[in-house]
């Protein structure tokens, strides 16, 4: 029984006592006697009610502290169960002994609880000190009539990509050639702004296209198209500043919108390090949508467009490159996306004046279309075999179009190892020849494909 219901009972007793001695002869009752009794009863009425009250605190207390550990463990609260008798109340000899331990008790398992909360808490993020790295080797060995065999070390590529604050990422891509090292992206992205926003600023690859934002070793296939080697001068790395914004509707689209010093790692026309008038940056605009048909077809669809007003060595001609892609995907859900069906298609067109004849004084304008379509069926986990098909118009004009066919197999030896067999029949002005190539890439580390590459 509690000491709380053993002084109701006493209180009770007095009472009753008090009752019967009222209801004697006040002659056979000392009144000083009565007087002292009803004192007591009154001192131990006092006594239980600040009992009560205090029991109710430490009740109070520690359901505020038992929900404060549960939200700082992340645990979901428990359904409240019914009141527990009161724990029993200090004597009056020791009246604060049990609060003092019952306190430390609370404190130390409270401490013990939200201790990993508060070591994770002191970490910002989880690769603060340990970004991601990785490393990429890409190599490849050709054959062709003309040029004969070669042995080409194409590429060490170093990754390296880690969160900066809650508010920006940053990543950097180092490239690594038998002629050269180059900075090929080293950007900041924000990722807390309001409204589905995001900037980008820095190196990186422009928005353009599809395949034009790819490394060459994350191609479907060995080699760039000629495509985009002609018209964006290779991969479309620009230095500048991005923005792009997911449209808040249940579709999926983005826009994105650019001003760069220009596009293209190729591109000679323009330097990175000369200043330049507004009216001689390149601006960018893109729009892509996902548009799911069912469950196991999809397609991806993207228009893009670039704008250059003054391009100073074209004595101050415009130019602008326009273009539209389309990738249709078949991924089975029941072959966990190790089979299925990729086609892909990109067509661009360049309107801009070009010399005539090499020359640099006579000028003609030139609208040149080019485009290239793969089919890449995944029949197993390991095997993807395919055919790439491209028509390619020089910018320049008078000079012949560029055809070329190539049949080629992708042999998956493990997610971090590839080999890869292409032929390709080449059309070119002043280039007919067959090229056989062999390449070999290989990961070491960190390496995330993008939603684009699934």
């Given at each position: 029984?509690?000491?709380?219901?053993?002084?109701?009972?006493?209180?009770?007793?007095?009472?009753?006592?008090?009752?019967?001695?009222?209801?004697?002869?006040?002659?056979?009752?000392?009144?000083?006697?009565?007087?002292?009794?009803?004192?007591?009863?009154?001192?131990?009425?006092?006594?239980?009610?600040?009992?009560?009250?205090?029991?109710?605190?430490?009740?109070?207390?520690?359901?505020?502290?038992?929900?404060?550990?549960?939200?700082?463990?992340?645990?979901?609260?428990?359904?409240?169960?019914?009141?527990?008798?009161?724990?029993?109340?200090?004597?009056?000899?020791?009246?604060?002994?049990?609060?003092?331990?019952?306190?430390?008790?609370?404190?130390?398992?409270?401490?013990?609880?939200?201790?990993?909360?508060?070591?994770?808490?002191n970490k910002t993020f989880a690769s603060q000190?340990?970004?991601?790295?990785?490393?990429?080797?890409?190599?490849?060995?050709?054959?062709?009539?003309?040029?004969?065999?070669?042995?080409?070390?194409?590429?060490?590529?170093?990754?390296?990509?880690?969160?900066?604050?809650?508010?920006?990422?940053?990543?950097?891509?180092?490239?690594?050639?038998?002629?050269?090292?180059?900075?090929?992206?080293?950007?900041?992205?924000?990722?807390?702004?309001?409204?589905?926003?995001?900037?980008?600023?820095?190196?990186?690859?422009?928005?353009?296209?599809?395949?034009?934002?790819?490394?060459?070793?994350?191609?479907?296939?060995?080699?760039?198209?000629?495509?985009?080697?002609?018209?964006?001068?290779?991969?479309?790395?620009?230095?500048?500043?991005?923005?792009?914004?997911?449209?808040?509707?249940?579709?999926?689209?983005?826009?994105?919108?650019?001003?760069?010093?220009?596009?293209?790692?190729?591109?000679?026309?323009?330097?990175?390090?000369?200043?330049?008038?507004?009216?001689?940056?390149?601006?960018?605009?893109?729009?892509?949508?996902?548009?799911?048909?069912?469950?196991?077809?999809?397609?991806?669809?993207?228009?893009?467009?670039?704008?250059?007003?003054?391009?100073?060595?074209?004595?101050?001609?415009?130019?602008?490159?326009?273009?539209?892609?389309?990738?249709?995907?078949?991924?089975?859900?029941?072959?966990?996306?190790?089979?299925?069906?990729?086609?892909?298609?990109?067509?661009?067109?360049?309107?801009?004046?070009?010399?005539?004849?090499?020359?640099?004084?006579?000028?003609?304008?030139?609208?040149?279309?080019?485009?290239?379509?793969?089919?890449?069926?995944?029949?197993?986990?390991?095997?993807?075999?395919?055919?790439?098909?491209?028509?390619?118009?020089?910018?320049?004009?008078?000079?012949?179009?560029?055809?070329?066919?190539?049949?080629?197999?992708?042999?998956?030896?493990?997610?971090?190892?590839?080999?890869?067999?292409?032929?390709?029949?080449?059309?070119?002005?002043?280039?007919?020849?067959?090229?056989?190539?062999?390449?070999?890439?290989?990961?070491?580390g960190s390496h995330v494909h993008s939603f684009?590459?699934?």
């Amino acid at each position: 029984m509690g000491t709380w219901q053993r002084g109701i009972r006493t209180l009770s007793v007095l009472l009753v006592v008090t009752g019967v001695l009222g209801t004697r002869d006040a002659d056979a009752v000392d009144d000083r006697i009565v007087d002292e009794l009803r004192r007591e009863l009154e001192a131990m009425k006092h006594r239980l009610e600040k009992v009560e009250k205090q029991t109710l605190e430490q009740q109070d207390t520690i359901r505020r502290q038992d929900e404060m550990i549960r939200r700082l463990g992340g645990q979901k609260a428990a359904p409240e169960s019914p009141a527990a008798p009161a724990p029993p109340v200090a004597t009056e000899a020791t009246p604060n002994t049990h609060d003092e331990e019952l306190k430390k008790e609370v404190t130390e398992n409270i401490m013990r609880r939200i201790q990993p909360s508060l070591a994770a808490a002191n970490k910002t993020f989880a690769s603060q000190f340990n970004p991601a790295i990785g490393f990429v080797i890409d190599s490849v060995g050709s054959y062709s009539d003309k040029q004969g065999a070669n042995f080409e070390f194409r590429s060490g590529e170093i990754g390296i990509s880690a969160s900066v604050d809650p508010f920006v990422r940053a990543y950097a891509i180092l490239n690594g050639t038998q002629n050269s090292f180059d900075v090929e992206e080293a950007a900041i992205v924000t990722t807390s702004l309001p409204y589905n926003l995001a900037l980008k600023g820095g190196r990186f690859f422009a928005d353009f296209g599809r395949l034009s934002k790819f490394h060459d070793h994350d191609l479907p296939f060995v080699n760039r198209p000629h495509v985009l080697d002609e018209y964006v001068d290779g991969e479309s790395q620009a230095d500048g500043l991005e923005a792009s914004w997911l449209v808040p509707i249940p579709h999926y689209l983005t826009l994105t919108a650019g001003a760069y010093n220009k596009i293209g790692a190729d591109n000679d026309r323009v330097s990175n390090t000369v200043p330049r008038n507004f009216s001689e940056f390149t601006y960018l605009g893109r729009a892509a949508t996902f548009l799911p048909l069912n469950d196991a077809h999809s397609i991806d669809l993207g228009l893009s467009g670039g704008f250059t007003p003054v391009v100073k060595e074209d004595q101050g001609n415009m130019r602008i490159l326009s273009g539209v892609d389309l990738t249709y995907r078949y991924t089975p859900l029941a072959e966990a996306a190790y089979r299925g069906l990729v086609w892909g298609t990109e067509v661009l067109l360049n309107s801009e004046d070009r010399p005539v004849d090499g020359t640099s004084s006579v000028f003609r304008h030139r609208n040149a279309v080019g485009l290239y379509s793969y089919l890449e069926p995944r029949l197993t986990r390991r095997f993807y075999p395919g055919f790439l098909f491209e028509f390619v118009q020089d910018i320049n004009p008078g000079v012949d179009d560029t055809l070329a066919y190539s049949p080629y197999l992708t042999v998956w030896a493990s997610e971090f190892q590839r080999l890869r067999l292409q032929y390709t029949r080449l059309e070119a002005p002043a280039q007919h020849e067959n090229q056989f190539f062999l390449q070999w890439t290989v990961i070491l580390g960190s390496h995330v494909h993008s939603f684009k590459d699934r």
